[in-house]
C-alpha cells in the first residue's frame, strides 16, 4: 500500500496563477483533510471531506477550492495564487471508526 | 491565545538523556495526539490517548484530563530521535475528529 500520495512534492507559481495540488489515498479511508503548515504555526485546517460527496470548511478556507472526486481521492485548488499561500501542504486521511490521521509526505508550494 | 501550547519550543539534548515535552490545552477534548515530524517533513502518528499513559519502545506519553496537560518522554534519546513533536486534540465529543495542533517542539539530540 502506499498510504497517502500527494503531487507534486514542488511548486512554485506566480501570483495570479492556479494549480491543483493532488492526493490520493489507497487505504478505503472515509475522511480526508488539508492542512497548510507555516512557520511558527501549528498545522491548520483548509478543508475537509468526511466522506465521498461532501466537503466542509476548516479554519482557513479562504482563496482555495477542494474537490473529493471519489473516495480515493482529494484535491486542493488555488484559483489565483496569492504569496500569502506560499506554504507546506499536507493531505491526511483517516476511517471514520478510528481517530487516527495518516499524512501524504506534503507539498512546498511558494508562490512569488 | 493559542487552545494547544506546547513547551518548550526547541530543546537540544544529548545522546541518553531522558527528554519530557509539555503540553497544555485549554479546550474540553476527547482524545490528544502525539505526532512526529521528521527533518524530512512526513508526519507520522505516535501516539493517541484519552486516559492514562501509553508505551511504545522507549516513547512514553501521559495525559492528566483534569489538568489538562500531556507529556511525551523519551528514554534513553538517540540522535534519530531528532524530529518535531507535535501534540494535538480533538475537541469535544461527535465532533468530526478535527484536530487542534501545537506549533510543536523541535529536538535535536547530539551524539
Known amino acids: 500500500n502506499a498510504g497517502v500520495t500527494q503531487t507534486p512534492k514542488f511548486q512554485v507559481l506566480k501570483t495570479g496563477q492556479s494549480m491543483t495540488l493532488q492526493c490520493a489515498q489507497d487505504?478505503?479511508?472515509?475522511?480526508m483533510y488539508w492542512y497548510r503548515q507555516d512557520p511558527g504555526m501549528g498545522l491548520r485546517l483548509i478543508y475537509y471531506?468526511?466522506?465521498?460527496?461532501?466537503?466542509d470548511k476548516g479554519e482557513v478556507p479562504n482563496g482555495y477550492n477542494v474537490s473529493r472526486l471519489n473516495k480515493r481521492e482529494f484535491s486542493l485548488r488555488l484559483e489565483s495564487a496569492a504569496p500569502s499561500q506560499t506554504s507546506v501542504y499536507f493531505c491526511?486521511?483517516?476511517?471514520?471508526?478510528?481517530?487516527?490521521?495518516?499524512f501524504g509526505p506534503g507539498t512546498r508550494l511558494t508562490v512569488t | 491565545k493559542n487552545e494547544v501550547e506546547q513547551s518548550p519550543q526547541n530543546l537540544t539534548a544529548q545522546e541518553g538523556e531522558f527528554i519530557t515535552i509539555n503540553c497544555s490545552y485549554s479546550?474540553?477534548?476527547?482524545?490528544l495526539h502525539w505526532l512526529q515530524q521528521h527533518p524530512g517533513g512526513g508526519i507520522v502518528s505516535l501516539f493517541m490517548?484519552?486516559?492514562g499513559k501509553k508505551k511504545h519502545g522507549r516513547l512514553i506519553a501521559t495525559i492528566n484530563i483534569q489538568e489538562k496537560h500531556s507529556s511525551l518522554h523519551i528514554t534513553a534519546s538517540h540522535p534519530r530521535d531528532s524530529a518535531v513533536y507535535i501534540c494535538?486534540?480533538?475537541?469535544?465529543?461527535?465532533?468530526?475528529?478535527?484536530?487542534?495542533f501545537g506549533k510543536g517542539t523541535k529536538l535535536s539530540v547530539k551524539p
Open positions: 491526511a486521511s483517516r476511517i471514520n471508526t478510528v481517530y487516527e490521521q495518516y
Open positions: 490517548l484519552s486516559s
Open positions: 487505504m478505503n479511508h472515509n475522511s
Open positions: 471531506s468526511a466522506s465521498e460527496g461532501t466537503t
Open positions: 479546550v474540553g477534548i476527547s482524545a
Open positions: 494535538a486534540v480533538r475537541a469535544g465529543w461527535g465532533s468530526q475528529g478535527n484536530l487542534i
